[in-house]
T-cell receptor
Framework: AQKITQTQPGMFVQEKEAVTLDCTYDTSDPSYGLFWYKQPSSGEMIFLIYQGSYDQQNATEGRYSLNFQKARKSANLVISASQLGDSAMYFCAMREGLTGNQFYFGTGTSLTVIP | SQTIHQWPATLVQPVGSPLSLECTVEGTSNPNLYWYRQAAGRGLQLLFYSVGIGQISSEVPQNLSASRPQDRQFILSSKKLLLSDSGFYLC????????????FGDGTRLSIL
């Protein structure tokens, strides 16, 4: 089974609107970390936000927030007030055991912000 | 602060030629190091990771190899490149033993002719 599933190959959002990018994960380890990365067309992978499995509150970083629903094993990324510069690929990732050696990545979601 | 350097940024190589991509990390000690490959429009494929000098774990059997001659240096090599080796190669590091994210280099675009 896939460790990380991103079911939205492509998404469109109007500038200044909010958008949610979906991510579900699969693990039997009670300790894990969830991450979101942004990859612009230039290729670099930019870390956006982190959620630990024991964190009680949803993580937030500026316009990014992570909607963490542990029972559903979902970790959706919410981008508020979308900007043209948000157009990029977005990857969800998981690190098992919080300090495990491997990171598992989803297949990514391509987000296009429409002016 | 920690930085990761990866070079070259772009490389065009003929089929059958050797390869050496280098990655170095500054500002940290004992990092976990990783090599990924990304085909155009696709996700990341983990190739190798290392938890210490001389310790290499291979995730995908292929004609690539990796070495870690120094604590903060990670090298991806091949003796004979195949057309299928084309792609975008990313090096990454993370703190060992802490719930920290991976941090990536700027990547190398490798084209095999």
């Amino acid at each position: 089974a896939q460790k990380i599933t991103q079911t939205q190959p492509g998404m469109f959002v109007q500038e200044k609107e909010a958008v949610t990018l979906d991510c579900t994960y699969d693990t039997s380890d009670p300790s894990y970390g969830l991450f979101w990365y942004k990859q612009p067309s230039s290729g670099e992978m930019i870390f956006l936000i982190y959620q630990g499995s024991y964190d009680q509150q949803n993580a937030t970083e500026g316009r990014y927030s992570l909607n963490f629903q542990k029972a559903r094993k979902s970790a959706n990324l919410v981008i508020s007030a979308s900007q043209l510069g948000d157009s990029a690929m977005y990857f969800c990732a998981m690190r098992e055991g919080l300090t495990g050696n491997q990171f598992y990545f989803g297949t990514g979601t391509s987000l296009t912000v429409i002016p | 602060s920690q930085t990761i350097h990866q070079w070259p940024a772009t490389l065009v190589q003929p089929v059958g030629s050797p390869l050496s991509l280098e990655c170095t990390v500054e500002g940290t000690s004992n990092p976990n190091l990783y090599w990924y490959r990304q085909a155009a429009g696709r996700g990341l494929q983990l190739l190798f990771y290392s938890v210490g000098i001389g310790q290499i774990s291979s995730e995908v059997p292929q004609n690539l190899s990796a070495s870690r001659p120094q604590d903060r240096q990670f090298i991806l090599s091949s003796k004979k490149l195949l057309l299928s080796d084309s792609g975008f190669y990313l090096c990454a590091w993370t703190v060992r033993g802490a719930p920290q994210p991976q941090h990536f280099g700027d990547g190398t675009r490798l084209s095999i002719l």
